[in-house]
């Protein structure tokens, strides 16, 4: 009875999940299957707090390693000295059953007093009340088998006493009489009644994540965090099936249905994201649930293909608020603290595709960002011509003209190095770097186009996929084979998105070229403390989208300067707030992003504070002028240049 209502409760949502679009996953098996090793049997990403770890790997791996006591359990329930074959003879299992018992309830232990003593922020909006009667049916079970193995040792049932020292222990509660024989019995039928209870409930449960985590773990993205998967669009073709983002139920992938079933509502994602830490009504972890919760509601007009007299409702605004989708930055760090490797950015600019592309609702203020790329091919809405107007004040710098040799390098500046006068510092600095380490490169000037980046996470996928079709065609047709970038936005996309498309480079970023000129010795090093105090933030699609991490620090050692990290950096760094398009929307709720980065900045103490793509510059330089600090922001390359060239200030 009871797993005949499993499997009715379970089929619900396998349905779900089948009506679903699917997700093509199955590359690299071999990196999906050491994920699965890492993320899943190691626990890995839950090791990253300690105490949290240690229970849930607890709790976990005594999952895993009493599963054969069910059976054991269903067997002695019918006769009590039926026993399992060999595992029930050998004192090794009796030993591992006895441990990994103790040790789930000393992870539920840690599980209630990290909920009910120490109470952190990241469980706000979680069901509690689900989660501590959860518990308490693990704990039930688990104690309900040490006391049915305590009874039987009582009894004399040969079970290896020695080998099962808990229970051993315990079994000074129980006589040798009649007493004990009925203790016996009503350890071992409440011990099944609890499995079987606990089974049925399943199903319907936030710990439905036990049965659905492993598979999505193993669909997630292989490859940089950065990347996001193509739509695909042709307008042109009037059979298309065109997909405008995600709008209904059914528009999801079988990828984000299982996301939204995996979600064990342990609020990491929501500790670490810039919007929620900031006041904004984002929470990546409330998103996710509401999402579940529309999808679990709407679950028999999903499976029935979407009609009937209810139609499904939007997604956006019924289970998730306009202003919800616009918060978000985009830059990862929901997706490298989850451990069940939910890819909350990727469902949001779904979300945000079908706003912008099929309803053309977004933010006003984002419209100017994007009239100007569709325009003008640029964000800052400047003619093509202005391309170069930071050459001027350089030596001649080679503009790539169509059918010229391709240069060993291609610099591709990007709009901000281009057109921002703070931004043009570092483009600047790079060229005269460049120059003086004797590397021989071009910029492709008023033939160089947005990458599209901006447009891409604002939502307009058609816009971007334009843009990346012209790139390509001038890439491939100019031969170029090895880029560097200075904006990390730029660099993803290059790197990571363009594939997609048919351009496949050798793209690397400024600091890695940079780093690299200094260890040829190419660039002179200067010795260290010769610049001060710098702190260095780490720009998340550098960072942790891409993990690019020592190359700036290796520049900036080389630059002279005495590095001061702040508390949150490399992968668990604070984002400036530029990213996700949100360098062109205002922050109208709590505390803006870029302000309260400055401020751990400006606590380390430090005289600058060094970055490594121009949105990072411009913000942080943005939340220094509003405070009316002196620390100085600048990127790395302008601080090697003004070290190793003897310039002032790029």
Request: aromatic share 8%.
């Amino acid at each position: 009875m009871a797993v005949t209502l499993f499997w009715r409760r379970a089929r619900a949502r396998l349905e779900v999940l089948r009506a679903a679009r699917p997700a093509a996953r199955t590359d690299h098996p071999g990196a999906r299957a050491r994920r699965e090793l890492s993320h899943v049997l190691g626990q890995r990403k839950l090791f990253q707090k300690a105490a949290p770890g240690v229970m849930h790997a607890s709790i976990f791996w005594g999952f895993l390693v009493l599963l054969p006591t069910i059976v054991e359990a269903m067997l002695a329930a019918i006769d009590r000295d039926w026993t399992l074959p060999y595992l029930g003879h050998v004192a090794w299992f009796a030993f591992l059953q006895d441990l990994f018992a103790t040790l789930v309830v000393v992870g539920v232990a840690i599980a209630f007093a990290i909920r009910k003593i120490q109470r952190p922020d990241r469980f706000r909006g979680s069901h509690m009340e689900e989660a501590d009667r959860i518990l308490l049916t693990i704990l039930g079970i688990v104690t309900t088998l040490l006391l049915w193995n305590a009874s039987r040792i009582a009894l004399g049932i040969p079970v290896h006493p020695d080998a099962a020292a808990v229970a051993h222990a315990l079994s000074v509660l129980f006589g040798s009489g009649r007493g004990t024989d009925v203790a016996e019995r009503v350890f071992v039928w409440s011990h099944l009644l609890l499995v079987l209870g606990f089974l049925t409930y399943l199903p319907r449960s936030k710990h439905l994540h036990i049965i659905t985590a492993a598979p999505n773990v193993y669909l997630a993205k292989n490859g940089p965090r950065g990347y996001l998967e193509p739509l695909r669009i042709d307008l042109e073709s009037a059979d298309a099936d065109v997909q405008l983002g995600v709008s209904v139920a059914t528009d999801l992938s079988r990828k984000q249905v299982l996301d939204l079933f995996s979600c064990t509502e342990c609020g990491r994602c929501q500790e670490v994201c810039p919007a929620w830490n900031t006041g904004k009504a984002l929470s990546p972890k409330l998103l996710i649930m509401d999402l579940r919760d529309q999808v679990a509601n709407e679950a028999p007009l999903i499976t029935a293909g979407g009609a009937g007299i209810v139609e499904l409702q939007p997604l956006v605004p019924n289970a998730v608020a306009d202003q919800v989708v616009w918060d978000c930055v985009t830059c990862g760090a929901c997706v490298r603290e989850c451990p069940v490797d939910i890819e909350h950015v990727d469902t949001i600019i779904d979300l945000r595709r079908n706003l912008v592309m099929a309803e053309s609702r977004f933010p006003r203020e984002a419209e100017t960002m994007l009239r100007g790329v569709e325009t003008n091919e640029n964000p800052w809405g400047q003619p093509a011509s202005a391309r170069t107007d930071w050459t001027a004040s350089l030596e001649a710098i080679r503009v790539l003209q169509p059918g010229d040799p391709p240069p060993e390098v291609l610099f591709w500046v990007g709009c901000a190095g281009a057109f921002d006068e703070r931004a043009q510092q570092t483009t600047k600095s790079i060229a005269r770097l460049l120059t003086a380490a004797g590397v021989e490169f071009a910029i492709l000037g008023p033939r160089e186009r947005c990458t599209g980046d901006p447009a891409r996470r604002m939502g307009h996928e058609y816009l971007f996929q334009t843009l990346a079709e012209a790139n390509v065609e001038t890439l491939n047709g100019a031969g170029v084979t090895k880029i560097v970038a200075s904006c990390a936005h730029c660099f993803n996309t290059l790197a990571n998105e363009y594939p997609d498309y048919g351009g496949r480079y050798e793209v690397v970023h400024h600091t890695e070229l940079l780093s690299a000129l200094v260890a040829e010795g190419r660039l002179g090093p200067n010795p260290a403390g010769e610049r001060g105090s710098v702190t260095y933030h780490d720009a998340c699609y550098l960072g942790r989208h891409n993990g690019r991490f020592d190359a700036p620090r290796d520049v900036l050692r080389a630059a002279g300067a005495a590095a001061v990290e702040m508390p949150r950096n490399r992968e668990r760094a604070f984002c400036c707030g530029a990213g996700g398009a949100r360098m062109w929307m205002e922050e109208k709720e709590g505390t803006r992003i870029n302000d309260t980065r400055f401020a751990e900045a400006e606590a380390t103490g430090a005289d600058t504070v060094a970055t490594a793509c121009p949105y990072c510059f411009v913000m942080l330089d943005d939340a220094a002028k509003a405070k009316g600090s002196t620390v100085r922001v600048a990127d790395v390359a302008t601080l090697l240049a003004e070290s190793t060239l003897a310039e002032p200030g790029g």
